[in-house]
């Protein structure tokens, strides 16, 4: 059974950073190009980035381009999100999964909250 574990939300003020994880079990990352989702509270769930099988980042949303990295390691099978210059409109729970149906279960997803 695939199941995903995202952590290190936290509160941040704004131009703070954090480093987001992404623990995947039952299925190698690698094997298929993946994505960051973030959803705020009563909106709808947003795609952030997005890194090829090959490990190339292939896509960032306009609002967080320059500021956010996608990367991954596979000797840990582990997809990261390096957030930075953080707005509190990226206010919002993160989630990783595939990029492309089939999608997984969703996981529980890290909670970012950017406030002063």
């Known amino acids: 059974q695939v199941q995903f574990v995202e952590s290190g939300g936290g509160l941040v003020q704004p131009g703070g950073s954090l480093r987001l994880s992404c623990a995947a079990s039952g299925f190698t990352i690698s094997s298929r190009a993946m994505s960051w989702y973030r959803q705020a509270s009563g909106r709808e769930r947003e795609l952030v980035a997005t890194?090829?099988?090959?490990?190339?980042?292939?896509g960032y949303t306009d609002s967080v381009k320059g500021r956010f990295t996608i990367s991954r390691e596979n000797a840990k099978n582990t997809m990261y999100l390096q957030m930075n210059s953080l707005k509190p409109e990226d206010t919002a729970v993160y989630h990783c999964?595939?990029?492309?149906?089939?999608?997984?279960?969703w996981g529980q997803g890290t909670q970012v909250t950017v406030s002063s």
């Open positions: 999964n595939a990029r492309w149906h089939p999608t997984y279960n």
């Open positions: 890194i090829a099988s090959s490990g190339v980042p292939i």
